[in-house]
């Protein structure tokens, strides 16, 4: 163990491990005592709605190449950080809890090492960065990511411009049936409200619409669905939109010809009649990779939307399985050669590729392959978009976050149609409806918020980020910059503005409310002007608002801009 650097509170340990000729290592256990000193809430990259004190009992969450990241945050009832800890290893499987020890009011914290089957190894080694700076915790976690980032064989992927622009998905709108003109018209629509690439989902590979994966493996276009698919492409391109295009990565379905040529080469059942392959043998990532050239080489699409990466995982009847021909016994390590193999020979022949991974493959090593990552599925769960996002965006750095795609009822009253754009405010917005059926009064909506996002992008992209109490689920978001400066509130909190900018102050009211209270900490004399949902200015007036409390009236769902100068 070696102390490498130590500055005012964050530390980074290394722990090397030698042996003298190459063995299975047997599971190792970093562990350590913190005082339960001023502490409010408990976050990991999995926690979700459940941020509430572990205890040392509690089951240890699992990180991977292909789940979430090998990092904790304990923080007090500001947000301040009491115990930020990041192990420098993302790829192989590692367990952590962090849990109160009844005895001693202390957290016991715990990283295990060589949890799965992995290749026999002389040498190891692995950096441990604790920091207990008081500092907000996101500036903490920030840093996590860009010291992942700086480590060798961590560098992201470049994030072409396309990634961070809206696009239109045509999985909950269409999910499996697939029409080419119908998409067509959609996607007319999408661009003319400001989506920029259309995302084909599942069904394209199939005539069957059970939903399940049985048909999944072979990844030929079903005639039935799409006639000629790289003529639906170019007249995706000639929309002035891109493509990208849906494959769910380890499935094998029983009705699929590469069922028979792979059986011997699964590594677990997903469900009945789809099995997932094992990709430490090299002849199921070379298959994987060719599917995927041809498809970039015959359709020129821009993209692919990479599903299902996190299934790679052994059942129990095969969690010491080596050799019969793979050449990896590391699950994770095959799974990184994999990628790295795919994204190597894929920017060979595009280099501005766009790939979408989901939640909760986010880590840092799935930085070097997606450019994407999305919140997991929620349909018409504005909230978990919200916490879904913005938990993603904690650790990614400047890879693009994406909501999921966001769906409504078509008899929902407007102000609700526009939470779901709100609470995704901070990530790049996917839509999936059929806009040809919506109200005008949706439609209107859509323009207003996919405009008012496109206007404001590089700050809420960009600007630096504060989510609140990420104990109560972010309940006010703040973005801003030197010139810029908004606040989307979620629940009758305070929002407080305490940041002198040049340009505008905006306060988004994500709730039901009627008004928003704001503390302001300086004079601000402004240009008030108040929108509602739709985008329609209901009150424009000169204000000053004095140091102190104020009430600003808004309608639920609308926007107050204070314009300076």
């Known amino acids: 163990m070696e102390l490498l650097s130590e500055d005012e509170g964050a530390s980074v340990i290394r722990f090397v491990m030698d042996s003298d000729q190459p063995q299975d290592p047997s599971d190792i256990v970093i562990s350590w005592r913190h005082p339960a000193v001023d502490v409010a809430g408990y976050w990991d990259p999995g926690v979700n709605r459940e941020r509430g004190l572990r205890v040392d009992f509690n089951e240890p969450f699992l990180s991977k190449a292909t789940s979430l990241a090998p990092v904790a945050v304990l923080y007090n009832a500001l947000g301040r950080n009491k ?17 109160i020890h009844e005895e001693s009011a202390e957290f016991d914290v715990m990283v295990e090492l060589f ?34 980032s700086s480590q060798p064989g961590y ?32 996607c007319r629509l999408a661009k003319s409200l400001g989506c920029e690439a259309v995302i084909i989902d599942d069904g394209w590979h199939t005539s069957n619409s059970e939903r399940g994966y049985a ?15 790289k003529e639906l492409v170019a007249k995706v391109h000639g ?9 769910s990565v380890p499935f094998v379905g029983i009705h699929s010809k590469a069922w028979n040529s792979f059986e011997g080469m699964f590594m677990n059942r997903y469900e009945d009649g789809t099995a997932v392959l094992d990709p430490r043998y090299p002849e199921v990532r070379e298959y994987l990779i060719g599917i995927y050239e041809q498809a970039l080489q015959q359709w020129a699409i821009d993209g692919f939307k990479l599903d299902f990466v996190d299934s790679f995982n052994l059942s129990e009847e095969q969690k010491n399985s080596h050799g019969g021909g793979r050449d990896y016994d590391s699950v994770p390590e095959a799974v990184d050669r994999l990628l790295t193999d795919t994204m190597f020979r894929l920017r060979a022949m595009k280099p501005d590729i766009m790939i979408e991974f989901r939640q909760k493959y986010i880590g840092p090593l799935m930085r070097k392959y997606g450019n994407i990552f999305r919140v997991g599925d929620c349909p018409n769960n504005y909230s978990q978009n919200r916490i879904g996002s913005i938990d993603i965006r904690l650790l990614c750095g400047n890879t693009a976050v994406h909501s ?43 323009r207003f ?57 905006y306060i988004v009211n994500g709730t039901p409310s ?27 007036q000169q204000t000053l608002l004095n140091r102190g409390v104020h009430l600003i009236p808004v309608p639920p769902s609308g926007l107050i801009k204070l314009q300076l100068g």
Request: with cysteine; hydrophobic share 45%; glycine share 4%.
């Open 115 to 148: 949890t799965e089957a992995c290749s026999p190894i002389a040498h190891y080694e692995v950096m441990l960065r604790i920091d207990t700076r008081e500092r907000f915790y996101s500036e903490c976690l920030k840093e996590v990511g860009e010291w992942w």
């Open 155 to 186: 560098a992201p992927s470049a994030v072409p411009e396309e990634a961070r622009l809206p696009m239109y998905s045509t999985w909950y709108s269409f999910h499996q049936q697939l029409v080419p003109e119908q998409i067509l018209q959609q």
């Open 215 to 229: 048909y999944c493996g072979d990844w030929q276009v079903s005639s039935e669905r799409i006639a000629d698919m």
């Open 404 to 446: 999921d795609m966001m769906m409504w009822n078509g008899k929902d009253e407007p102000k609700n149609v526009a939470l779901q754009f709100i609470h995704a405010l901070f990530s790049v917005p996917q839509v999936s409806v059929l806009f040809d059926q919506l109200p005008d009064e949706h439609v209107a909506v859509t």
């Open 83 to 99: 115990l930020t800890f990041a192990l420098s290893d993302a790829l192989n499987p590692v367990k952590i809890r962090v849990g």
């Open 239 to 247: 929309l002035g939109m891109k493509f990208l295009l849906w494959y």
């Open 449 to 505: 918020w996919l405009g008012f996002w496109r206007e404001h992008r590089n700050l809420l992209l960009d600007g630096t980020l504060m989510p609140t109490a990420p104990d109560l689920l972010y309940p006010v978001i703040y973005a801003y910059n030197e010139k810029q400066w908004l606040a989307a509130v979620y629940s009758d909190a305070l929002v407080r503005i305490s940041f002198k900018v040049e340009q505008y102050y």
């Open 514 to 540: 009627d008004q928003v209270t704001i503390i302001v900490d300086h004079e601000i004399e402004a240009r008030l002007i108040v929108r509602n949902c739709q985008g329609e200015i209901v009150n424009e």
